[in-house]
């Protein structure tokens, strides 16, 4: 059961990276220094947020997506692997993988 929740959430994770990965990027520098590429992505009640840490070797980033404002997915990971995973499965998968064929995004 926990390799079938690990794999749901990679392919949902992989999904919504690549859409995100097909929308206008941009960076951001913290009062702290620290240095970041994000990606955002909102459709109706579906938000989707990617960081990259820019500045450190591991390079770790942080996905978030929210449904209706609740937060339904967060992943985080560096090179090594994934670091934390919270899923909470519902509507919103569906709803992730309609966006993913938009035709909108198709030719970015």
């Known amino acids: 059961m926990n390799v079938d929740r690990n794999q749901r959430i990679r392919a949902l994770v992989k999904i919504a990276v690549d859409i995100l990965r097909r929308t206008d990027r941009y ?3 913290l009062t702290d220094g620290s ?3 994000g990606w955002d992505f909102r459709h ?6 990617l960081r990259l840490r820019m500045d450190v070797d591991d390079r770790p980033s942080t996905l978030i997506i929210k449904h209706n404002g609740k937060r339904v997915l967060i992943a985080e990971w560096t090179t090594g692997g994934f670091t934390r995973r919270s899923y909470s499965p519902g509507s919103w998968e569906a709803m992730l993988r309609r966006c993913e064929r938009m035709p909108a995004l198709a030719g970015s």
């Open 35 to 37: 240095r970041y590429r």
């Open 44 to 49: 109706n009640e579906l938000s989707l947020t």
């Open 27 to 29: 960076n951001l520098t």
